[in-house]
């Protein structure tokens, strides 16, 4: 399959598709001509990247999941050692997630609290900044 070929297929574009590739998560062969060719379950790899993105990883998170992708990802991961590598990241992220959403809540609950009127009704920022 072509570059442009798996791009259509995996919902993407074909500069994340070499961005992928330089990143050491997706291979490619080469045809005589010099074009890239991929396997055929390369679409499904490119979809699970693409998700594990969507929840909140970096390309560099992916790598811990490298063992994973090339299955169908499970709803659900497994919190046993095959899955340490990405358990740790996965923990890392949230940890680093929860601490933006504080630093985030904090700053809505100041302006709030100093512009009253653009509170959402029913929030208690008021009752959090005092």
Known sequence: MLIGELAAEAGTTTRALRYYEEQGLL????????????EP????????IRELLA???????????LDHLDAEL????CHAPP?????AVAAQRVAE????????TRLRDSLVHRMPWLAVPGDNADERVA
């Open 27 to 38: 291979e490619s062969g080469r045809t005589t001509a010099g074009y890239r060719v991929y």
């Open 41 to 48: 379950r390369a679409a499904l790899r490119v979809r699970n």
């Open 55 to 65: 929840c909140g990883f970096t390309v560099e998170d992916v790598k811990s999941f």
């Open 74 to 77: 499970p709803q659900v991961f």
């Open 83 to 87: 899955c340490a590598a990405g358990n």
């Open 97 to 104: 997630l929860e601490e933006r959403i504080a630093t985030l």
